[in-house]
């Protein structure tokens, strides 16, 4: 029997700028974050219920590619806060690369307001907020 969504798994270039754009910019909290034998890093990332779980390769990595609309794939990680437009003035500020400013979602049956940014590795995050 199902028990709830425990994590997804991405990669990313840098462990340090990847922690601090998630932890420091986000508000996740780090969980678990260690060296492997190889080189390279994973961390877990607490975001309140499920877990974001990250991994530098030792020889780091590409930046991320979109997923074309007619292409399977992950399209975006979305995280739910109070106030969209107070968390998206606040990453603005800080410098986050903007891919699409607060509005009404299209889909107001589940949420109440989005925007779009890249993270560092140019990963699209969907800030979301529920009335």
Do not use: W
């Not at 400013?101 to 979301?128: C, S, T, Y």
Request: hydrophobic content about 45%; overall charge negative.
């Amino acid at each position: 029997m199902l028990k709830s969504f425990e994590h997804v798994g991405m990669t990313v270039s840098d462990m340090d700028r990847a922690v601090d754009f998630y932890c420091g910019l986000l508000g996740l909290r780090l969980h678990l974050r260690k060296m492997m034998a190889d080189g390279s890093q994973v961390a877990f990332l607490d975001a309140g219920g499920s877990m974001l779980e990250i991994f530098a390769p030792a020889g780091g990595a590409g930046r991320a590619v979109d997923v074309p609309d007619d292409t399977a794939g992950l399209r975006h990680l979305t995280f739910l806060f109070e106030n969209v437009a107070e968390t998206f003035a606040r990453l603005e500020r800080a410098g986050v690369e903007i891919k699409e400013r607060p509005r009404l979602a299209v889909n107001a049956e589940v949420l109440h307001k989005v925007a779009f940014l890249r993270d560092p590795d140019g990963i699209q995050i969907e800030l979301a907020e529920k009335r």
